[in-house]
């Protein structure tokens, strides 16, 4: 059903909302207790591998960051994150989360190129002939299978009240549109229902090709927005007014440039590290012909002005929020690989393979060690306030916003 069309494909396109188009969301269940609790986790291709560390961390040592997983009320995911949100949707449906959790480490580390994509076309011939350089099978089948085999679990966490949104972009008008996993087990044929919404978060443009549904086409959805909470958060405000408190945990998986340099970074410090900001395969950098330029331009704006202003969006509803609201206190949670992280650790992907089994085997032994982090270990920790495990809190009561310093370079 890779190509929607008939009673099925319009069933589908009907769970896909305008991300404006969402009403009565939220749990069932009052939170006067805690705070309301939104896991942003954005798109990033391999580097998806960070989070799923981060997360299987963060399962092992729930009390040493900021709330444990089975207390987060909404999910949404974007691309790799939108395929991280439904193994967490599995493993809060699971008697045992451990078995999902697993999972979720398996699908990054047993994974490379052949296990993602099919017959990976040279980029000029690609756009001459095709609509994508490769077509995303082999990670079509894979989610068909994860899906199938954890179809109950994904139901009971949805009945139980969790609530969990894939964003995708509708290639005809441009806009985030976002399907809700409760309302996609409800058609009459779930598992390609939430295969296909899924493929179509994860549908790169150039690299693989649009997902039809209903007649329309969908990419991925961090052409417009890698990670998002703006859009369903507003309908659930009655609920989180119950609660007092808004706490959004976000996971980006992602650099913040994509030769892992940046502006924004501290300067490297050694003659070794910028010559890698140069070039971190010994090559120029500088493009060579129109092709060259136009991709380091898409790649630019892609992973900086994106990545980084769906990030800076999130902090603005936030803001709004705690505006309009002044007893709603709101805090943004973040956790995500710095170019300088990359850097202490000579951790390098290799030239030529999109997804490489040994640099992301790195990153997910990052993500994990870092959510192990115990505040125990430091002899003059940070407040406790501003750093939990994986994450640091950069927005909220009595702290400006502010992501430009290494998260452990906070912590003691």
Not at 240 to 266: E, F, H, M, Y
């Amino acid at each position: 059903m890779a190509g929607s069309a008939g009673t099925y494909g319009s069933a589908l396109l009907a769970c896909l909302k305008p991300v404006a188009g969402f009403t009565n969301l939220g749990p069932k269940a009052g939170l006067a207790h805690r705070p309301f609790r939104i896991l942003a986790l954005s798109g990033g291709g391999a580097n998806g591998a960070y989070g799923a560390g981060v997360i299987a961390g963060w399962h092992q040592h729930p009390g040493r960051n900021p709330a444990r997983l089975d207390e987060i009320d909404m999910i949404t995911g974007v691309s790799t994150g939108a395929i991280q949100a439904l193994f967490l949707a599995a493993a809060r449906g699971a008697a045992n989360p451990a078995g999902p959790i697993g999972a979720l480490a398996a699908a990054y580390l047993d994974t490379d190129d052949r296990r993602v994509f099919n017959n990976r076309w040279p980029l000029p011939l690609a756009l001459l002939l095709r609509l994508s350089r490769a077509d995303a099978q082999p990670l079509r089948d894979r989610l068909t299978a994860m899906v199938t085999a954890h179809q109950q679990e994904l139901t009971n966490a949805t009945n139980a009240g969790l609530e969990v949104y894939f964003g995708t972009v509708m290639l005809e008008d441009g806009g985030l549109y976002a399907a809700s996993l409760a309302d996609l087990l409800k058609l009459s044929h779930p598992v390609a229902a939430i295969v296909d919404v899924v493929m179509a978060s994860s549908a790169v443009p150039i690299d693989y090709p649009p997902v039809e549904i209903g007649g329309r086409l969908f990419v991925d959805g961090g052409i417009r927005h890698t990670s998002f909470i703006c859009e369903v958060v507003w309908p659930v405000l009655q609920k989180i007014k119950q609660a007092g408190a808004l706490d959004v945990l976000l996971i980006r998986n992602g650099t913040n440039s994509p030769n892992g340099c940046s502006s924004c970074d501290a300067a490297p410090a050694s003659a070794a590290a910028r010559g890698a900001c140069i070039s971190a395969t010994g090559e120029p950098t500088r493009p060579r012909h129109l092709l060259g330029l136009l991709m380091r331009a898409i790649n630019e704006v892609m992973t900086n002005q994106i990545e980084l202003g769906s990030q800076y969006r999130i902090a603005g509803d936030l803001a709004l929020i705690a505006a309009r609201h002044p007893n709603i206190k709101t805090s943004l949670w973040l956790s995500h690989l710095s170019n300088i992280d990359l850097e202490k650790r000579k951790i390098r992907r290799p030239k030529g393979r999109v997804f490489d089994p040994g640099y992301m085997k790195a990153i997910y032994a990052f993500g994990e060690a870092r959510a192990a982090w115990d505040r125990a270990s430091c002899k003059n920790p940070s407040p406790k306030e501003e750093h939990l495990g994986a994450f640091m809190r950069i927005a909220g009561p009595g702290i400006a916003y502010d992501d430009t310093v290494p998260i452990e370079a906070r912590r003691c």
